[in-house]
C-alpha cells in the first residue's frame, strides 16, 4: 500500500510539475514568432482587434483568459502596436491594456490618384480613407497651401517615410507634407538642379509624372526627361501618350490612336504646348530624380520597342522615329493589340 501511494504521489507531482510547465510556457513563454505591426482601428470591435492580434499570436485560449483576467474587453486604445518576436501573451495583452506607442513610420510611394494614395496611407495611420480623400480635396485647404485643385496639390507629396502620429488628422498630415516638400526643394543642391533643368519644383513634379507613366525601366528615365526637356526648350509639343490616358480617364489603354490625339483636354499635350496643367499621378522618387538630373542628348522622339520589353527605341530625326514607330506598330498588330 505505501509503495502504491508513493507511486501515486509521485505521478500525480510529475502531473503537476508538467502542468504548472506548460502553463507557464502558455502565459510567459514566447509566443510571438516573428515581430509584427498591428493596426487597430475605433471603429473595429474587440473581437476584430483581438482576431488580428491572435493571427500572429500562438496560445489563442490562454491570451483570451488573460485578457478577460485584467479586463482587457472593456476598451483597447486604438492605434498601432508592434509585438517583438519571442514576447509572451502576458507581455502581449498589458501590452493591449497600457496602450501603444502612436509614433509611426508612414511611408508614402506613387500613385495615380488622391483616392489611390489615401487608401496607402490609411493602411498605416488611424484616419481612414474618406477623411483622407476629403482633406486632399478641401478647398479651403487647397488655397490655404497655395493651389487651386487637389490635382494640383498632388505635387507636395514627395515619397519617402516620415515619423508621424498614427492619430495626426488628415488636415494635419497633408500641412506637414507640405512643409517637408518645401523642405525638400529648398536645399541647395536641389536648388543646383532646378537651375540646370530650367523648371520650378511644380514643373518637376507634373513632368516627373509624366516620366514616371512612360517606363518601368528605370535606367530609361533620365533619357525619356531629356527628351521632353529638349521637347520644352525647342517649343515643341510633348505629344506624351500617358498625358492622352489621362485626359481619356483610362490609363489601361494599351494602344493610343488618333481619336485620342482629338480630346479636347488642357492635358492633351499632342494640342497644348508646354505641361499639362497638374501632375498626371504621383510619381516615384526614381522618375523626379531622372527630371533633375536629365540626360543631355539630341533625341526628341522615342517610341516602344518591337519587343515589347518595356523598353523604347531614340531617335533624333522624324523619319528614324517613323521607321521605329512602324516596327511598333507591326508588333502591336501581330499581337492583335487594338
Known sequence: MKKNFAIITLVFLVIVVVTGIW???MFFGPAVEERVTVLLRADESYEE????????LEYHLSFDIYAKRINLDRGIEPGKYTFDKGMSVVQVARTLKFGSDNAVLLTINNARTPEILAGKISRQIYADSLSLVNAMRNSELIKELGFESAEAMFSIFIPNTYEVYDDISPEALVRRLKRESDNYWSLEHRQTQLARVGLTPYEVMVLASIVHEETNAVEEMPRIAGVYVNRLRMGMPLQADPTLKYAAGDFTLKRVLDKHKEIESPYNTYKHLGLPPTPI????????ESVLCYEEHKYIYFCARPEMDGRHNFATTLAEHNRNAAAYHKALNNRKIR
Open 281 to 288: 499621378s504621383m510619381p516615384d522618387m526614381a522618375a523626379i
Open 49 to 56: 482587434m483581438t482576431k488580428k492580434v491572435k493571427s500572429s
Open 23 to 25: 502553463m507557464y510556457q
